[in-house]
């Protein structure tokens, strides 16, 4: 089964920046949204930004406005997550998903293709 691969977590200090980046080899990206959620420990995992066929972003989780933005290169089969000002609510393990829809769906389930996630944290 074909699988996107996250890499680009790590240790990063309050304030400071993370590029995240997701491989989807195998997949025809153009036709497809892409989105990245977490989840931290002892909590579900939420979205966190989707970026739908034609570029457009749709943001999951509000505390993350103004400090993440998602962009992809379809021909590269890549997706980013570039994280800026990170806090410590920030950590979490991040995860990459592929819908099988062009539009950035509000449902976790039309997300069909997972990474493993990679791990980011960000100390208090």
């Known amino acids: 089964q074909l699988r996107p691969v996250e890499s680009g977590g790590g240790l990063v200090q309050p304030g400071g920046s993370l590029r995240l980046s997701c491989a989807a080899s195998?997949?025809?990206?153009?036709?497809?949204?892409i989105a990245w959620f977490r989840q931290a420990p002892g909590k579900e995992r939420e979205g966190v930004l989707c970026?739908?066929?034609?570029?457009?972003?749709?943001v999951y989780a509000n505390s993350v406005k103004g400090r993440f933005s998602i962009s992809r290169d379809n021909a590269k089969k890549m997706v980013w997550l570039q994280m800026n000002s990170l806090k410590p609510e920030d950590t979490a393990i991040y995860y990459c998903a592929i819908s099988g829809w062009p539009h950035c769906s509000t449902s976790i389930s039309a997300f069909g293709a997972w990474g493993q996630g990679t791990q980011v944290t960000v100390p208090s």
């Open positions: 970026i739908n066929e034609t570029g457009d972003t749709t």
């Open positions: 195998g997949f025809t990206l153009e036709y497809y949204s």
